[in-house]
């Protein structure tokens, strides 16, 4: 089977197609015919390789996807050939003890599609059964593809981590990144007043479109915490949403109201940062990570992109055949929204 994807880590140019065996669904696994998927910053991780993290290669890249059910594997009754489906990209063993409360994101070998697994960006790919949910009826394999992993890190992240209130303020740090946008989108489904920071004037442009109440735009003359600071009347915000990481985070802690809530979801400008604890401990605030989503958040998502109050923001839609340059918009700075590949029928 051809596949988009690397046969050794490294940076953009190893970028390629790649041949891999065709799929077939064990025990308790179904093959999806994938009619859609989606990149995220994690394949870019993947590609350049991660600490402790083994790679099967040559390797598919690629952690969201939609398409429809064409195998079965022994012992599944829950899902039939022939149905539309969406992917939740975490997999979780069902053994552990955080398993057996219901906390499937804690679990001890939790795993994720094209990170640990073969990836999406194919014509097809084996996951477990219960990681197939049939796909919301308002949406089509491209914007089903665009959904799972922005929106099940953003809303364990908001709701279950941060545990934002009604009336609460939210900072998003950065604007047009899928995650940073499924959090805009999760904050005002929770009520919350929602305040977006970024470099870019036209990126702050489009999240007032989608309902931020701010979009502020900082430079190295104006950072973030000055900016949050100063907008909020010098009483700083309850929730920062943090994906940056090193260049961030010991502002989105300055940014903080008094007993606030920093939620970090990633790591993209590195990953040691060093804070000022006195601010820390003085406003009595915290810091909290967070990564994909428990079974019960993930259907709560579902949920939401149902009654279309969660609705998917596509960038841009690229065939297969292209996904070099496909690949190469996910990394343009001006983009906004997620990257999705079409993928034929075969």
Known sequence: MRGFGFTEHGGLERLGFVDVPEPVPGPGEVRVAL????FNRL???VLAGIPGVPVERPHVLG????????????????????????????????TCDACARHDEALCRNYRIVGEHTQGTAAPSVVVPARNVHPKPARLGFVEAAAAPLVYETAWRALVTVAAVRPGETVAVIGAGGGTTIAA?????????????VTRSAPKAE?????????????DDDHPHDRLL???SGRKGVEVVFDSVGRSTLPRSVKALARGGRVVVI????GPIAEIDLRTLFWRQASIRGSTMASKAEFLEVLGELARGSL??????????????????????????????LQIPAL
Do not use: Y
């Open 35 to 38: 009619r859609a998927a989606a």
């Open 63 to 94: 952690s969201d996807g939609a398409g429809v059910v064409d195998r079965v594997g022994p012992g599944v009754t829950e899902v039939a050939e022939g149905t539309p489906v969406l992917l939740n990209p975490g997999m979780w063993d069902g």
């Open 229 to 231: 600071w100063e907008w």
């Open 206 to 218: 489009r999240a007032l479109a989608l309902g931020a109440e701010a979009a502020l735009v900082t």
């Open 184 to 196: 805009l989108q999760v904050a005002r489904a929770r009520g919350a007043r929602v305040v977006v």
């Open 266 to 269: 990633g790591a993209t400008s």
């Open 43 to 45: 394949d870019r991780f």
């Open 311 to 340: 609705v998917p923001v596509v960038d841009s839609v690229h065939d297969l055949d292209n996904a070099v340059a496909a690949f190469e918009r996910f990394e343009s700075a001006d983009r906004f929204g997620k990257v999705v």
